[in-house]
């Protein structure tokens, strides 16, 4: 967030007039015209779980025909719409505007009575156009992002499909490049694409700001964050507090279930060195093939670190975890055990189980669903779907660990009801002292609504952040 000292200041004033100003843009991004003193309602919606983070509406009041909904008018589909609020300053008398978001226009209601001449908007921030709520849909043909290609240039390609060159796209984590062929039916939409690339790497969030620039980044998680608001601006806009534990959801113990892989070759006979040295015979194979994927089991393996694999008398090569650089580390497991790896050229990745598994528990102690605190462990198994997309050990174990925070950090929420503070915004470490508690806590924002009449507020939901 980049906030100015007097957008600061004239939030936290005891009295406050605000202003509402809508700029309406082509869809070369261009203002076309700006609207003053015809607003006097609204809400803004931010989201970060939603598909579309920014949702919100305006009422206007009609004074022309200028507002008529119709082709060449000022409200139309080829505009679009960036919401300003202002709060005019006590001290120096200017009016300190925050940008609060670039929009569609969405389901435009127009009202007429004795009394009453206005036209309410609906807004949608610019995922909407990628979604098929706008002109997202791609050609009715089945899509194919294929294996190796690397994620972050298919975002790329896929974000020009809907025609946005503004973006901030990650590097994915290594190899970044798509696992495995992802295909799409017909009827898919740009949207679609870019969520199948961002559900590839568990942890991954798109959206768009309120510029209108497209994001593919990590959702942040508190670790190693900036605190940015803290009770400085609380202890001035908070009206009450809630605070809410969906018991129903918390799950302190996960499991996931990933893919089941179908070798094209099992070994008949696994020796494994002291050393992690595992030589596998396996009569028909003559030589590696890149992409094939070979099984073999293990019996009271006692756990190696740094593992080879050699078939037959062929060549030696290391076992690698799926960015090709970290050695391998296969558990100590008991019994009979099944496992696979996928030849790469110059190192075999380790897949891990014959079915990928992952687990995560919540072993925190400063967390209330610490596993050996009085509430004991509550597992939840997850499988099929979504989840068969893990097509390793480790991908289900990042999987797991997300899935984890999802159950129990995520449960643990505050809802705060506030003067509005047009300036906040959603996945940012804030701390808070509760008023029926004495100490100050960690938590993230998740979602915000703020009312943009005189005498609305504002909701804050976030969640108490356990530093590990």
């Known amino acids: 967030m980049n906030i100015t000292s007097g957008q600061f200041a004239t939030a936290l004033q005891n009295i406050q007039s605000r202003y509402i100003k809508i700029e309406l843009l082509n869809y070369q991004f261009q203002t076309v015209d700006s609207l003053e003193g015809i607003c006097t309602s609204g809400s803004i919606s931010i989201d970060a779980n939603a598909d579309i983070r920014r949702t919100g509406s305006i009422t206007l009041v009609i004074k022309d025909g200028t507002f008529q909904v119709e082709s060449k008018s000022q409200i139309w589909l080829d505009k679009y719409v960036r919401v300003w609020v202002g709060i005019a300053s006590l001290r120096t008398g200017e009016i300190e505007y925050v940008n609060c978001g670039l929009f569609i226009i969405d389901a435009p209601t127009y009202k007429y009575d004795a009394s009453t001449n206005t036209l309410t908007l609906s807004l949608l921030d610019l995922m909407a156009k990628l979604t098929g709520m706008r002109n997202g849909y791609l050609p009715g043909v089945p899509v194919v992002l294929s294996a190796g290609e690397n994620i972050r240039q298919a975002i790329i390609d896929t974000l020009a499909l809907g025609g946005f060159t503004k973006y901030v796209v990650e590097e ?94 099992f070994s008949t006979k696994t020796t494994v060195s002291s050393t992690g040295a595992i030589n596998l015979t396996i009569a028909d194979v003559s030589a590696y093939k890149e992409g094939m994927i070979y099984g073999f089991t293990l019996t009271d393996n006692p756990g190696y670190t740094s593992p080879t694999l050699q078939i037959n008398s062929l060549t030696t090569y290391p076992i690698l975890m799926s960015d090709g650089k970290t050695p391998a580390k296969i558990v100590a497991e008991s019994g009979e055990i099944y496992f696979c790896v996928e030849f790469k050229g110059t190192y075999w990745n380790w897949l891990g189980h014959l079915q990928a598994y992952g687990y995560a528990e919540d072993d925190n102690p400063q967390s209330p669903f610490y596993i050996n605190s009085t509430v004991g462990k509550i597992r939840l198994p997850l499988f099929d ?79 108490r952040y356990y530093p590990n």
């Open 172 to 265: 994915a984590p290594s190899p970044g490049t798509i696992p495995n062929d992802l295909e799409f039916s017909q009827g898919a939409t740009v949207y679609d694409l870019l969520a199948g690339l961002r559900d590839i790497y568990p942890g991954y969030e798109i959206f768009f700001d309120v510029n209108g620039v497209f994001y593919y980044k990590p959702i942040p998680t508190g670790d190693n964050e900036p605190i940015l608001v803290d009770d400085t601006t609380w202890q001035n806009v908070v009206v009450s507090e809630q605070v809410v534990v969906d018991f129903q959801n918390v799950k302190n113990v996960i499991e996931v279930y990933g893919r089941t892989h179908d070798p094209a070759h």
């Open 385 to 463: 779907g979504e989840y068969a997309n893990c097509l390793s050990d480790d991908l289900a174990q990042q999987r797991a660990k997300r899935e984890l925070f999802l159950h129990t950090n995520m449960n643990n929420s505050v809802t705060l009801s506030c003067v509005p503070v047009y300036w906040m915004d959603v996945n940012i470490l804030c701390t808070h002292k509760l008023a029926t508690q004495d100490t100050i806590y960690p938590y993230i924002i998740k979602s915000i609504n703020l009312g943009l009449a005189s005498n609305d507020n504002m909701t804050v939901n976030m969640i």
